[in-house]
Nanobody, 124 residues
Framework: QVQLVESGGGLVQAGGSLGLSCSVSGKILSINDMGWYRQAPGKQRELVAS???????NYADSVKDRFTISRDNTKNTMYLQMNSLKFEDTAVYYCHADVVSGSNYDSFSRLDYWGQGTQVTVSS
């Protein structure tokens, strides 16, 4: 069973910073693309940033130059450093991972997994 566990959300004033992490556990053979998504009340879930296994990154225009996504493949962990936070960044943040899991490459599955979400609240 693969699990994604996020941590690091909380309350911060506008202009402040927060860091999120997403740890992947289970019988992991490899983790492909990973990403952070967010969903604000009354809105659809949207991509914030994504990162490939070789750390090629992609950002939503709304967070470029403020957020930084990274990953540590040795720890099966992804990070999101959020700086210059704005009120409109308030949302539940979810991590996502494309995971190959199983006992070995003769018996494996490749599935998308999501974390439980962590609340980020930016006060204006």
């Amino acid at each position: 069973q693969v699990q994604l566990v996020e941590s690091g959300g909380g309350l911060v004033q506008a202009g402040g910073s927060l860091g999120l992490s997403c740890s992947v556990s289970g019988k992991i053979l490899s983790i492909n693309d990973m990403g952070w998504y967010r969903q604000a009340p009354g809105k659809q879930r949207e991509l914030v940033a994504s990162i490939t296994r070789d750390s090629t990154t992609n950002y939503a225009d709304s967070v470029k130059d403020r957020f930084t996504i990274s990953r540590d493949n040795t720890k099966n962990t992804m990070y999101l450093q959020m700086n210059s936070l704005k009120f409109e960044d308030t949302a539940v943040y979810y991590c996502h991972a494309d995971v190959v899991s199983g006992s070995n490459y003769d018996s494996f599955s490749r599935l998308d997994y999501w974390g439980q979400g962590t609340q980020v609240t930016v006060s204006s």
